[in-house]
């Protein structure tokens, strides 16, 4: 798979998920909408840590994105909430 594919995935697992639009996926409640659905807090803190460092590494082009294998392992664990 080419570089960027994982974000994309994981926003995708996201949208679908939370049945939203993915352009909704960025908004500053993620952590609170993520809170309302069976996620654990500990894992809803995680997805969120994990959108926020993608979206600064890409958009603002500051910090690291996370690596793909950290973004495949939360894709495989929101498989299985």
């Known amino acids: 798979s080419l570089p960027g594919n ?13 049945d ?4 909704q996926i960025y908004a500053d409640d993620l ?8 996620v654990s807090a500990a894992f809803a803190k995680e997805l969120t840590v994990a959108v926020q460092a ?22 495989q664990k929101l498989g299985k909430v």
């Open 31 to 38: 952590h609170e909408r993520l809170c309302l659905t069976k």
């Open 20 to 23: 939203c639009p993915r352009d």
């Open 54 to 75: 993608l979206l600064q590494a890409r958009y603002a082009e500051q910090g690291v994105a996370p690596s793909e294998q950290h973004l495949a392992e939360l894709i």
């Open 6 to 18: 994982a974000p994309r995935d994981l926003m995708d697992h996201l949208a679908v998920f939370l």
